[in-house]
Structures are given as structure tokens and as C-alpha cells.
């Protein structure tokens, strides 16, 4: 039997996580050690380090046989892809454990805008009834409108599913513009090209690209003025991807009708910041046609999160182990 893969988890864990983890993976075929620091390791080191902002320290501690490197979230931090473009001969590889809770929490965002569900919760809590009786209604149909996904990775898969089972029709936008192979498609995917006529049909538009060099500002003033004016927009991707001041005025004047949004342009710098900082530098908070949610999508209740976390890191784990090929690698030049 060969010897086992190495890997190590650069960060602790409670006895209840380790102990999840532990009994996930096969200790034939993966050597697991588990703790802030990487341990010193027989002749053949680490294979595979699992850490989302590790330092030149801890990547050279590993030795000379490390293979990958897994994130254990979506994403590429902007410093870890500056890092591992110094170490071409180790891949890098993500988790995709939290899209399908993304892509309900995208879902469930756009119905709380479509049915102004916040505003009505909010005066029914004052005893106020009123909208109740208001002779227009502002709330939306959802059923046989037109939504656009842009990125159709495995969060916009998810979402494509669901909002084609409420009847809408799904257009989606991703780079090569075809649908992924041995996948359900219950869309037509396009390549970006498109996007500008595509956002002049969509009633629904949900934001699922990484930000990159090339989204970041994807969806500017210019973007907003084509869509229509009874639009929705959905981001759960990276608040960059859609400027922040266009965004803020196209909904402020009404110039598109609402938004949920679950990422965003400010965030909390310490402890003692999170519970008094506005999201952006625009008053978004003041706006009744905003859903906002506090970048959760994909949390779930934590023993359900963390469990899906570690069966996603096992199975890539052992995916290596058996010699075939680790899952959602990482194009460093792309930055997903």
C-alpha cells in the first residue's frame, strides 16, 4: 500500500469540528495533522496545505513535495495569488461547500425585493395596515419574467435551478459563453458579449462573478441605464463587481425598481466596528426598496456549514490521494 497523503489544516479547530473531520477522512490514504503552525514532517513534508492567506513561511515549512494548496472557502484573496504565482508547481483549489446556500439566500433576497416584503413586515410591526388596502400595489410577479445570471459557476447553476422552477425564464452570461459539460442547463448561456443586450430583457439580474480585474465595475451607470425600469438586482458576489455610486443613484431615483444585496463596499475593521458601520458610503440603509444582509449567504446553522465544509475538503482530499484530479482548481491568472 502506498503511503499516505500529507496534509495540514492551518488553523485549530474545536474538538467537535476535529472530531468531524477526523472521522470523514480514510487515514490510509490521507495523513491529517491539524493546528496554526506546520509540523515538522517526515523526509516527503506536506503535500497539500489547506489555509486561505498562508505566508512564504509557512508554503517554504511544508517542503519541497507540497502539490496544493486549498482554500477552504470560494474565492482568491488578492495577496494569496500574488503568493502562489512564486510557486508554479503547486495548484491551487477552492471549496465549493456554501454555493447552494448562496444561491438560496440570492433566491430568497430577490422574492423579499419582488414581494417588498421588508417595508411591509416593518409597518405591520407598527400596527400599521395600510399597504394593505393601498390602491397600487408594488409588488412584483415573479412567474414568467425574464432573469439574467452573470457567472455561471456553481452558485448561478443552483440559482438557474431554482428560478426556472418558478416559472421564469434564465439567461446567463459566463466567460467561454457554453453551458458546463455533464450539467443540467436549464438556460441558454452566453458568452459577455452579450450582456449589454441581455440587461435591455432582464427583469432580474443576479451578480455571482469572483471579482476580478475584469468584473470589477462590470455594472456601471451605463449597464444600469439598460435595464428595466421594474429590475431587481441580486448581488452575491463581491460588492466591486457593480459601482457603488451608480448602483446607489439608479436606486434612489427609482431608475430600477429594487435590489437585494448580501455583499458590499464597507465592512468592519475590528471587533468594536461591527456593530456600527454603515455598509457603504452612500445611505443604502435609508432606502426602502433595498433588502440588505450582511454578507451570509452561504451560512448555514454552523454544525450543517462546517459538516459540508469538511466532507467537500475530504473528498477533494481523497480525490488527490487516489491520484485523480482535485476539484475547482484555481486559474491564478484569471483569479478564480
Not at 85 to 111: D, K
Not at 221 to 245: C, F, K, W, Y
Not at 255 to 261: F, P, Q, S, T
Request: hydrophobic content about 40%; charged content about 15%.
Amino acid at each position: 500500500m502506498p503511503s499516505p497523503l500529507c496534509a495540514h489544516l492551518l488553523r485549530s479547530l474545536e474538538s467537535d469540528e476535529e472530531a468531524t473531520l477526523r472521522s470523514l477522512i480514510d487515514p490510509d490514504r490521507v495523513q491529517m495533522t491539524i493546528g496554526p503552525d506546520v509540523p515538522v514532517q517526515s523526509a516527503s513534508g506536506i503535500h497539500i496545505l489547506i489555509s486561505g492567506r498562508p505566508s512564504e513561511t509557512q508554503l517554504k515549512a511544508c517542503g519541497p513535495n507540497l502539490q496544493a494548496l486549498v482554500i477552504p472557502w470560494a474565492g482568491l484573496p488578492p495577496e494569496t495569488r500574488s503568493l502562489m504565482r512564486q510557486y508554479e508547481h503547486v495548484s491551487v483549489h477552492n471549496l465549493h461547500h456554501n454555493a447552494v446556500p448562496t444561491a438560496e439566500m440570492a433566491v430568497t433576497l430577490y422574492l423579499a425585493a419582488a414581494k417588498m416584503l421588508v417595508p411591509l413586515d416593518q409597518s405591520l410591526r407598527q400596527g400599521d395596515w395600510s399597504p394593505r388596502y393601498a390602491k397600487r400595489n408594488k409588488t412584483v410577479l415573479v412567474h414568467g419574467k425574464t432573469a439574467v445570471i452573470l457567472g455561471y459557476g456553481a452558485i448561478g447553476q443552483h440559482v438557474a435551478r431554482i428560478l426556472h422552477g418558478l416559472g421564469m425564464t434564465v439567461q446567463a452570461v459566463s466567460r467561454s459563453g457554453i453551458a458546463p459539460s455533464g450539467t443540467s442547463t436549464p438556460c441558454s448561456v452566453h458568452h459577455p458579449v452579450s450582456l449589454a443586450t441581455l440587461l435591455t430583457t432582464a427583469d432580474a439580474l443576479f451578480v455571482s462573478v469572483p471579482l476580478t480585474d475584469d468584473t470589477l465595475g462590470l455594472i456601471g451607470q451605463a449597464e444600469l441605464e439598460l435595464m428595466p425600469s421594474t429590475a431587481i438586482i441580486v448581488n452575491v458576489a463581491r460588492g466591486a463587481v457593480i459601482d457603488e455610486a451608480a448602483l446607489y443613484d439608479a436606486l434612489a431615483s427609482k431608475r430600477i425598481l429594487a435590489a437585494g444585496l448580501d455583499v458590499w463596499y464597507n465592512y468592519p475593521k475590528s471587533e468594536p466596528e461591527r456593530t456600527n458601520t454603515f455598509p457603504s458610503q452612500y445611505p443604502f440603509h435609508e432606502l426602502d426598496n433595498v433588502v440588505l444582509s450582511p454578507h451570509r449567504a452561504g451560512a448555514v446553522g454552523a454544525d450543517e456549514s462546517e459538516q459540508n465544509r469538511w466532507k467537500a475538503l475530504t473528498d477533494l482530499l481523497h480525490a488527490a490521494a487516489d491520484g485523480r484530479p482535485m476539484p475547482n482548481q484555481v486559474d491564478l491568472e484569471l483569479g478564480y
